[in-house]
């Protein structure tokens, strides 16, 4: 038998099965994430529509609601022991406040739409369909994962959809792509298609204390709060 034909009948062995309840999936999804209480995971976010770019992400929290954000930007972010220390790689600063007020509040609408936002799968109604199966890679990791393609019931909801790579035996999202026509007058049809890419390095086991801690604040100068030059910049949400 040639090598092509087996190829062929492998493939077909493992993506040739009937296609998951698409509600279902995203059901068990929606509450993993509403219960997930730890977790580390390294994003790849592309926007791949009018201004491509690329950048990595890195989000990890522990039930003791020790945090890191890092977006990539030359900025970290952590809150331990109730407090919330910020970095600044490009003045190497520092400043510590109570993780409290506008600065938390901040840093959570800033991660909702990447990790959290994924809670809402279990209770909102959309237009579902099943695509077909897909092995996503993340190292040595592979992951058989169910494509959910995801649109509003009505156009006044808006005129984006998504499709999400999900791994049926943990109901994790592995991949989300974001598609959205751009609304404007002029002649040329725009959309923006962001497409982010999930490495689930900790999942259920709190990540270890080395996490939330940086040898940066040994290195880099401690600065009052209100001189510290605040994290911006920022691309907008997926959603």
Known sequence: MRLSAVLFLLTAAVYGQAAPDA?????RAGELFFGLTNFDVEMKVANLGDRPNERKLRVALREDDSLLYDP??????IVRDARLIRIHDGNK??????????????????IEP????????AGASFETEFVKWQELKRGSKKMRC?????????????????????????????????E????????????????VDYDWRVVDTPPADGVFQSEKLKRYKKVDAMSFRP?????????
């Open 23 to 27: 509600k279902e999936l995203l059901k």
């Open 72 to 77: 990539g930007m030359g900025s970290q972010w």
């Open 93 to 110: 600063e520092w400043t510590e406040t109570a993780a409290e007020g506008p600065a938390l509040r901040s840093l959570q609408r800033w």
């Open 114 to 121: 990447y990790v959290t936002r994924f809670e809402k799968l």
């Open 146 to 178: 169910a494509m959910i393609r995801l649109r509003p019931k009505t156009k006044a909801e808006g005129l984006w959809k998504e499709t999400l790579w999900i791994e049926p035996e943990t109901a994790l999202v592995w991949r989300s792509l974001w």
């Open 180 to 195: 959205e026509p751009l609304l404007g007058g002029g002649p040329i049809a725009r959309e923006s298609i962001r497409q």
């Open 231 to 239: 994290l911006g910049g920022l691309p907008s949400p997926v959603m």
